[in-house]
């Protein structure tokens, strides 16, 4: 069967479980999730990953290939005279009887294997950049749902604040302290409000649909546990160069097709050397018996074709993966060093949010409240007292979720996001 076959069928196979994978009911999933559970689950379950996998196997059929040793050949003819005169020895039938063994004796087998566990060195590490590409997009919308979640929790809480107000304002209506303009007015307040909670639960809908999606599950709509929280990583770009040199997956990756490629070209040199084939042989007559037996030597001359165009191809990959390689490495460096800048950036932004909205918001709250009952603010002051609340609320939801979500980058670009 011809590598291409194998892999058409490897291909079948893989998404032929993916498609059951994705049949499963959604009860065989959780319906809450941490991070490092979902992590898992990408891991496992993953259609695209699962479709990615069938590379090594496919890798791993290419490696028992090319460790096979070449067949032998075996001829027989028969010859019967048919023209001349015939004489007692060449009136009998003539009967021949050939072995052919081609003979690597230029190190072609040796160089062929080399080239195919290259190979799947390379297709693993493709498969594991498939994968932290996966993770990194399953953590992204782990993290999304949380401030979704969080921020719908929010605006739960503000309708139901809004609808206090109402309350009072009827009252007030009602004594003659308020007139209709007020409840008209936090009446369309409330419905703005309902329509940011329908918003953002919207939005919730979508992170939970995009992780189904991810696991190709339709049915399953988890929900996350906890809230984002900053882990508080160092921002130090010298400690996170020697994890993004030999744990990044894109450059673990580059790497592996460079030296592929380098093996490739190896096994094109050892190509070129013609194979000989040692011929044994025997040769006999019936009547009068006569045998004879020999050996014989064959080989390629490569006077037309040296395959040089072959080793110039070969040579040109290398060249392109060796070229593809460096620039990975050196944007990934350029990059670490923006991601490192930006998390310090939000994290400052963060605290400095904090220290000047963060601690007043509770206060804000219940002066403006007293202030309305006792008739020393407006219902606009009330109205905006709350809004205010909410939107400072909103923002450090905003501000954690955006430090977190670079912190998960910098985790993806080292290779660390797993660990």
């Known amino acids: 069967m011809s590598n291409r076959r194998i892999a058409i069928l490897l291909a079948v196979s ?4 993916a498609s059951v ?6 009860s065989a999933l959780p319906e809450r999730l941490t991070l490092p559970i979902l992590l898992r689950l990408v891991a496992e379950r993953s259609p695209r990953l699962a479709v990615e ?3 090594i196997d496919t890798a791993e059929a290419e490696r028992i290939t090319a ?3 070449p067949n032998p050949t075996v001829s027989y003819g028969r010859f019967t005279p048919s023209g001349g005169a015939r004489t007692q020895f060449n009136g009998s039938q003539q009967q021949q009887t050939t072995v052919d063994l081609p003979l690597l004796i230029g190190g072609q087998r040796g160089a062929r294997i080399e080239a195919a566990e290259q190979g799947l060195l390379a297709a693993r590490a493709r498969v594991g950049l498939t994968g932290n590409e996966l993770a990194l997009r399953a953590a992204d919308l782990f993290v999304g749902l949380q401030a979704a979640q969080e921020k719908a929790s929010m605006l739960d809480e503000s309708v139901a604040e809004i609808k206090r107000v109402v309350a009072i304002v009827s009252g ?7 007139s209709r303009y007020d409840l008209t007015r936090v009446e369309v307040e409330l419905a703005g409000m309902n329509a940011r909670l329908a918003d ?35 921002t130090s770009v010298a400690e996170w160069r020697e994890s993004l040199i030999s744990s990044n997956p894109q450059i673990i990756a580059a790497r592996r097709e460079e030296e592929a490629t380098q093996a490739a070209l190896k096994r094109t040199e050892r190509e070129r050397w013609p194979v000989p084939v040692l011929s044994l042989g025997r040769t006999w007559t019936g009547d009068p018996f006569g045998a004879a037996n020999f050996v014989g030597l064959s080989t390629e001359i ?5 395959r040089r165009g072959l080793i110039a191809k070969a040579a040109a990959d290398l060249r392109a993966a060796q070229r593809r390689r460096e620039a990975i490495e050196s944007e990934a460096d350029v990059e670490l060093q923006r991601l490192v800048d930006a998390l310090s950036q939000r994290r400052a932004a963060l605290e400095r949010f904090r220290q000047n909205v963060g601690e007043r918001i509770p206060a804000l709250k219940q002066m403006a409240e007293d202030a309305y009952r006792l008739g020393r603010g407006s219902l606009l002051e009330l109205i905006d007292a709350a809004r205010s609340r909410l939107d400072a609320r909103l923002t450090e939801v905003d501000l ?14 080292t290779g660390k996001l797993g660990g």
């Open 53 to 55: 996998q069938t590379a």
């Open 14 to 17: 893989a998404m032929s479980t």
């Open 302 to 306: 490569p006077l037309s074709d040296a």
């Open 67 to 69: 460790g096979a040793l």
């Open 200 to 234: 953002a639960r919207a939005e919730l809908s979508d992170r939970s649909a995009g992780l189904a999606a991810l696991l190709g599950a339709s049915g399953w709509r988890p929900t996350a546990i906890g809230i984002p929280t900053p882990a508080g990583l160092s």
């Open 172 to 178: 007030r209506l009602d004594s003659g302290a308020a």
């Open 21 to 26: 994978r994705a049949q499963e009911p959604a």
């Open 400 to 413: 954690r979720t955006a430090t977190v979500g670079q912190e998960l980058r910098i985790l993806g670009l």
